[in-house]
Every structure is written in C-alpha cells, then in structure tokens.
C-alpha cells in the first residue's frame, strides 16, 4: 500500500505548482484524503483535505483562496493545485488517506496511510 505525492519544485513568488497523489497496492475510493507541509523545525500542519465524493474540501486559512484539492472520482489520483505561492509555502508536502469510519480531517494522527512527501521551495 503506497500513496506517491508527486508535482513539487522550486518556482518564484506568485507561482504555481500542481501536485499529484496517487496510490497503489489499494484502492481508496472511500477515503478522506488530505494534504500536509511540514516546514524544516516546525510540525506538520494540515494544508487541504477532501471527501471521497470530492462533494466537501476543507483548507486551512493559510491557503484559501490560493490552493485547490480536487479529485475526478473516488479512485482517481488527488491533486492539490498551488496558487500564488509564497516564501511561507516552502515546506516537504505529503498526502494522507483516512478511513471512512474516522471523523475529522485536519489532525495527522486520523490518517492511516501516508506517502513520502515532495519537497516545494518558493524563492522570492
């Protein structure tokens, strides 16, 4: 069972990446599933999180407005579109899946499954 998180890079202020999620070894069609950063020294801190329908997403302040979570369908891979990128926004991001039967989206420890991160720099 794995999730590759796919899509990051270096890019300037006010760029965009899209990062990809993708999972193999199982389905996660009935999944929650989030996007995390973790930024060197600091915890890591919820970014996106989005239904299995794709019908309910969540972000964190620090983002509305500037990242999208999406997915096609429940087994497609999820993406999480960047937006006007910031300094602030350079941190390794890594994608999570959660069990249908968990509550709660923002919190690492309701996630089950987790990928390898990929590293998003913003230079200004």
């Known amino acids: 069972v794995q999730l590759q998180a796919s899509g990051g890079g270096l890019v300037l202020t006010g760029g965009s990446l899209r990062l990809s999620c993708a999972a193999s070894g199982r389905t996660f069609s009935y999944y929650t599933m989030g996007w995390f950063r973790q930024a060197p020294g600091k915890e890591r801190e919820f970014v996106a999180a989005i239904t299995w329908s794709g019908g309910n997403t969540h972000y964190a302040d620090s983002v509305k407005g500037r990242f999208t979570i999406s997915r096609d369908n429940a087994k497609s891979p999820v993406y999480l579109q960047m937006n006007s990128l910031k300094p602030e926004d350079t941190a390794v991001y890594y994608c999570?899946?959660?069990?249908?039967?968990?509550?709660?989206?923002?919190?690492?420890?309701?996630?089950?499954?987790w990928g390898q991160g990929t590293q998003v720099t913003v230079s200004s």
């Open positions: 999570a899946a959660r069990r249908p039967n968990r509550d709660g989206y923002d919190i690492t420890r309701i996630y089950d499954y």
